[in-house]
């Protein structure tokens, strides 16, 4: 499975972000479920203000338990917890 060019562009930004010591972890909520979210922001300047460009939010709990990853034996799908490492 390929990671699309939007998503490969903003991790090169956030890497750049990091090397340059320009991010900045923000406390915001969640625009639809109204809950806390720890986001993850690049920090840039505007015409002398700040900028902060959100990238992502820190998973609450076990991050393990919020993601499925790729199948080692076949990229194009995922790992599911129920079959407990067949990939569907």
């Given at each position: 499975m390929s990671i699309p060019s939007f998503a490969r562009i903003n991790f090169q930004?956030?890497?750049?972000?990091?090397?340059?010591?320009?991010?900045?972890?923000?406390?915001?909520?969640d625009a639809q479920s109204g809950n806390r979210r720890y986001v993850i922001c690049a920090v840039g300047r505007d015409n002398g203000d700040y900028v902060f460009?959100?990238?992502g939010h820190l998973a609450d709990g076990n991050p393990h338990d919020a993601y499925l990853p790729p199948a080692p034996?076949?990229?194009?799908?995922?790992?599911?917890?129920?079959?407990?490492?067949?990939?569907s």
């Open positions: 930004t956030l890497l750049r972000a990091a090397a340059d010591g320009n991010l900045a972890l923000m406390e915001c909520l460009t959100p990238f034996d076949d990229p194009a799908t995922f790992l599911r917890p129920d079959t407990q490492g067949e990939a």
